[in-house]
């Protein structure tokens, strides 16, 4: 997700070492301290993951607009004198997707979200 959006490759690089590395040490007095072994992995508490989930709406947010650019998605329309043109909805964790009712919108978020996961 962090490189389809251009994101700088040493950053890209300094948010999988904290995603994956599993251990870490302190420094105690003169030096550090024997590495230890975290026992849990990322959840929700931790301080990263408001970045990461703002990285995944960020690209969600990319993937829609490209999609109706281009006319592969058909986003939901309502208003009598001013048209208004809704193809997604992001609040805290939730994102609700509108569009109209074809299986032409489906197959594009089937087809284009499988690229980006």
Known sequence: MMS?????????KWIMKCVTTTSASVLVNIGP???FKFQRELHQGDLISPIL???????????MNSAMEVGLFTSYSFGCSYNISVSHLQLT???????????????SLKVNFNKIM
């Open 4 to 12: 389809k959006i251009n994101f700088p490759t040493l950053w890209q």
């Open 93 to 107: 964790n939730d994102n609700l997707l509108l569009g109209d009712k074809n299986w032409t919108n489906v197959r």
């Open 53 to 63: 989930y703002l990285l995944v709406v960020k690209g969600i947010n990319v993937l």
């Open 33 to 35: 301290v024997d590495e």
